[in-house]
């Protein structure tokens, strides 16, 4: 029985690499926030000093990199020491596909791989950025009441019911909630076109809200609205939001993939349509 236990155990082990190496280009893109194509200098090796050599190492001089710029740089023409998908997965003058996410950012990157291909092609590469870039903005829309392009008319701070209990709830991560005005110019999901919708957002600035996204007059953007959550009550009610709301008819913009530019009017479209 133990010696069954045993080769099962060897054969799922056996497995998991030979797993990794089939997931195609698009869906180790998906999972990948570094992606770069490079060839391998020195198999077995390491350049990032908390990180010894081993043959799950290699160091890459990097001749492109498909995503990840906006977390290191680009890395093109720098060498980056790579944590293997597999002992032994590539040897000295290997050119491949590295697909990962950052171990360490030193003077030099460290990545540690979910997968390498030499067989890689950029169609399918930029595919998988794609619905890695789109699965937050689906994340939202699955939840939206509303999806539209408008234009933000007014903003002002949300009058909210007197309670003089509301203060004793208040922090500093208080939210200062604001309303925005806000004509409907194309929409997408709910809503008609010249309608008013009245967003609210966090004002605030505070480390907990400041990446919140704020409406200014002026401004035009895709909206992606939703009404409040569970989660969000407890803290709706704590600040009087909640009641100033159920007066009149008020959507939430509070995530930072609920405000898009109108450049992505199309790709939301699509989505919202159910388009990939």
Known sequence: MNCVIAMLALGM???????????????LAERSSIIVRGTVVRAGASDEPMLAASPSTAVIKISHTYAGAEIAGDQTGLTATVIL???????????????????FLGKTITIADDGELTDAS???????????RDAPVRARLAGASTVFRGKVEKEAPLE??????????????DPEWHVATVRVTTPMKGGKKDAIVSVVFAASRDVTWVNSPKLRPGQEVVLITH????????????????????????????????VLPVADEARVRGLVGGGH
């Open 122 to 132: 950029v169609p399918e590469i930029e595919k998988g950025i794609q619905a890695r």
């Open 227 to 258: 009404k409040p959550t569970k989660d969000e009550e407890p803290l709706l009610r704590a600040t009087g939001a909640l009641a100033a709301m159920q007066k009149q008819p008020f959507e939430l913009a509070t995530d930072i993939h609920d």
């Open 13 to 27: 082990a056996a497995a998991g690499p030979a797993y990794a190496q089939r997931l195609s280009a698009s869906a």
């Open 160 to 173: 909210v019911p007197a309670n003089p209990k509301l203060k004793q709830a208040g922090n500093e991560h």
């Open 85 to 103: 998908s597999r002992p032994g997965a590539v040897k000295d003058g290997t050119e491949a596909v590295f697909f990962g996410n950052p171990r």
